[in-house]
């Protein structure tokens, strides 16, 4: 009887352990950071709301509180409770209703932060592999539920136009 109860312990924990060899081994979730403000309920209003593919790309599990990811590696991450940011010189565009402002220092990535929406939201893109302006119209209806306390003073074109000089 002792015996027995052995050989099925051992069993058990060998089957566990070969399916999480195995569960690891197949795992496509995307390390992130969560942002200060994650658990804002707000921002899970903001990702039930998230869709599955932007620009053509596929949504992938991510391991942080108000995150999203989207490619195959990554090509774009999105992550909610980011601090708001206040006036700024950067470019501040507007695209489905929702202003972003523009940091391109790590071009080609984009980093896009929404504008005048608490909590914030920022995207980080590469502009390589997707077209932001596509992508921020696709988050837009997770993104617009958030609510609206300003907006840009003169919003600028959206970003494909104005970088392939037809805006």
């Known amino acids: 009887m002792i015996r027995s109860r052995r050989v099925r312990s051992a069993g058990a924990v060998t089957a566990l352990l070969v399916a999480t060899a195995a569960l690891a081994g197949c795992s496509s979730t995307v390390s992130l950071q969560a942002a200060p403000d994650a658990n804002d309920p707000r921002c899970a209003d903001v990702t039930v709301r998230l869709p599955q593919t932007v620009d053509g790309q596929q949504r992938r599990w991510t391991d942080a509180q108000a995150t999203g990811a989207w490619g195959d590696p990554a090509s774009v991450l999105l992550t909610c409770g980011v601090e708001p940011p206040g006036p700024s010189t950067l470019r501040c565009i507007t695209v489905g209703g929702v202003d972003w402002l523009v940091d391109e220092s790590e071009s080609p990535h984009y980093r896009l932060t929404t504008y005048g929406r608490t909590p914030a939201v920022q995207l980080y893109i590469d502009n390589q592999a997707v077209s932001p302006n596509n992508v921020l119209d696709d988050v837009r209806l997770a993104v617009s539920q ?22």
């Open 146 to 167: 958030l609510p609206k306390s300003a907006e840009c003073t003169a919003p600028e074109a959206p970003l494909d136009e104005q970088d392939s000089g037809t805006g």
